[in-house]
C-alpha cells in the first residue's frame, strides 16, 4: 500500500514525464539538443559541455541521459565563498554541511541545479483553480505585506539618542532622520518603473505561499549600487547544486543569477554583471534547496474539491436531467427506431430545452398490446451534490493555511467575540511572525542604503481607532511612552519638546487617577440621587420657574 508521500506524487503527476503535461512544459527537463541553441549560453560554457555530452553518455539512461565530465567551474573554497554558497557567521565560521548530488539529466544536470521535489507549474496551477487555495493565500499575502510598510529608528540608533544629554544634537539628529525617512522611501520607490515596492512584495509572497518558494531580483549600476528591484516568477527559476546561484529559462533564452551580495564568476552565461536573487522558502525537512507551501499538506482536499464540482458540473451540463429506465412490451423495435431513442438519450436531450422524440411503434393485435413507457430513476428535485464533502474541504485548506474563515468573509463564521480570538491567533501565529522573517530579509537591501532605519510592515489592527487613541491616550500620561513615540506609532512627525516625558497638572493627575478608578461615574450617580436639602418641603422647580418660594 502506497503512503501518503506517494498519494502526493501521484496527485501532482510526477510519476512519468509522458503522463504529465507540466512536467512536459518544464523547459529543464529538455535535452541538450534543445537547450543549446539558448541565448545567453557562455561559448565557453557551450563547447565544454557538447564535447563532455558526446564522449560520455551515460548508459543507464535511455533517453536524455548525459554526464558532463566536470561541472562548469572548479567549486574551490575561493569560489564559494565568493559566491556566498556557503552559511556563514561571525569571525570566519561557516557551515560544513554537505551539498547532495545532482542527477545529470536534461538540463538539471546539464547546468548543475536540482530538481525541485514537486512540480512548481501544477502547484501555482492550484492558486488558479481553487476557490479556498486562493482565498487563504490572499488573505495571507494582504496580512502579511500588503498593509504598507513604515520605516522605524533601528534600536542602536535610539540607544545613542538616549545616552546622548545635548538636546540640540539629538533635536537636530531627528529631524535629519524624518527626511531620511523620506530619501528612502522615495529611493525604494524608484527602482521598479512598473511596481511599486508594496506590489512587487505582493507578488514576491505570494509565489511564496503558492510554490513555497520567492525570489527578488536585485539589478546594480555600474557602481555597484542598488539600482533595481524586481520579482522573479518562481516555476521558471532553479536552484544550483553548489548554491553559488540560479538558473532561469524562459522561451529560448537562459540566465544566470547569482546569491545577494556574492562576487563570483558567472559560470554558464556570458554576462559579466549578472543580477541578484534572494531567496525566501518555506522551510520542508525533505529538501533543503527548495521550500514546500503550506497546501501541499490538504492536495487531497484540492483534488477531491476539483473532481467534486467537477461532478457537479458534468451533471447540469445535462439540464439536470434524470436517469431513465426506457422499456418496451408486446412490440420489437426496428434497428433505425433503437438507434433514434438510443441517440436521443445519450445526446439529445444534454444542452437543449423541450425536445421531442418521435419513434414508430406497431399497432395493437387482438393478441397484443404494446406498451411503450419511460421511468425516471431520479425523479425527485436535484441539489448539487457533495455539499458537505465540498465544506470539508474548504476546511481542511484553511486549517492547512492557519486561516480563519472569518478573514475570508464567510457567511457561516462564528459570533463576533469568536471571529476576534481567530483574527488574534492569525496576527500573533501567521502574521507576525512571517512578517519578521520577511523584514529582516528586506533590510539587507536597505542597510546598503543606510544603517539607521530599518523596514516594517504595518501589521493587521485588531483595534479600532477609538481604542487605540485611548491605549496612547493612558501610555502617554502613565509616562509608560513619550509623546513623540506616540506621535511614531501614529506615523506623525516628531515634536521638539517631545522627547520629555508628560508631567499632567495637579488638576490631571487627580481627574486621570478618578477616570482610572470608575469614581467619576459613581460621583454622578451620587448627584442624581442625592436628595433635596432637609429644609426643602416641596422640593425644587421644574427647569425655568425661577427658585422655589418655600
Known sequence: MSNDYDYIQASLHTQAEDENPFLNSDPFAKSWDELKDLAGIDVNFKRRTSRSVSKYVSPSSST?????????????????????????????????????????????????VITPPYNLYELASYYDNSFANHAAIDAKVENVVGLGYD??????????????????????????????????????????????????????????????????????????????????????????????????????????????????QNPITSDNRPNEIIHY???????????????????????????????????????????????????????????????????????????????PLPGDTDNNKVEF????????????????????????????????????????????????????????????????????????IIREKTDILQLKFNELTLTDEIAQSQIIERYVKTQVITPNEAREILNMSQRPDGDDMFVMSPRQATDARANLAGNRERDAERTNNNSDSPSTISGRNPQGEGRSST
Open 151 to 264: 520605516f522605524e529608528i533601528t534600536d542602536r540608533t535610539m540607544l545613542r539618542f538616549e545616552m546622548n544629554d545635548d538636546d540640540g544634537q539629538v533635536e537636530r539628529a531627528r529631524r535629519r532622520i524624518e527626511r531620511l525617512k523620506l530619501e528612502v522611501r522615495d529611493w525604494l520607490e524608484s527602482l521598479n518603473d512598473d511596481d511599486s515596492f508594496e506590489q512587487t512584495m505582493v507578488k514576491f509572497y505570494t509565489d511564496v505561499q503558492a510554490t513555497g518558494n520567492g525570489f527578488l531580483e536585485i539589478g546594480r549600476t555600474v557602481s555597484g549600487e542598488i539600482g533595481y528591484i524586481g520579482h522573479i516568477p518562481a516555476t521558471t527559476v532553479r536552484v544550483r547544486r553548489l548554491r553559488d546561484g540560479f538558473v532561469q529559462i524562459i522561451g529560448q533564452k537562459l540566465v544566470y543569477f547569482r546569491n545577494f551580495g556574492a562576487k563570483n
Open 64 to 112: 536524455n541521459g548525459y554526464t558532463p565530465r566536470y561541472p562548469a567551474v572548479e567549486p574551490t573554497p575561493g569560489y564559494l565563498a565568493a559566491a556566498n554558497s556557503v552559511p556563514s557567521g561571525k569571525d570566519g565560521a561557516y557551515s560544513k554541511q554537505i551539498n547532495p548530488g545532482t542527477v545529470y539529466r536534461n538540463g538539471y544536470g546539464l547546468f548543475d
Open 281 to 359: 522558502k518555506s522551510y520542508s525537512p525533505l529538501n533543503t534547496f527548495y521550500g514546500v507551501p503550506d497546501i501541499l499538506s490538504a492536495i487531497q482536499a484540492v483534488v477531491g474539491d476539483s473532481l467534486a464540482s467537477q461532478y457537479n458540473i458534468d451533471y447540469f451540463q445535462n439540464k439536470a436531467v434524470p436517469r431513465y429506465i426506457i422499456t418496451v412490451k408486446g412490440a420489437k423495435l426496428s434497428a433505425d427506431a433503437e438507434d433514434k431513442m438510443f441517440r436521443f438519450m445519450q445526446t439529445g436531450l444534454k444542452g437543449q430545452n423541450h425536445r421531442t422524440l418521435y419513434i
Open 373 to 444: 413507457s419511460m421511468q425516471p430513476i431520479e425523479s425527485g428535485v436535484q441539489e448539487g451534490s457533495f455539499e458537505k464533502y465540498r465544506k470539508q474541504n474548504r476546511d481542511e485548506i484553511l486549517i492547512a493555511h492557519q486561516v480563519p474563515i472569518s478573514k475570508l468573509g464567510g457567511s457561516d463564521s462564528a459570533a463576533i467575540a469568536a471571529a476576534m480570538s481567530q483574527d488574534r491567533t492569525f496576527k500573533e501565529q501567521v502574521a507576525r511572525p512571517e512578517q519578521r522573517n520577511i523584514e529582516k530579509v528586506v533590510n539587507k
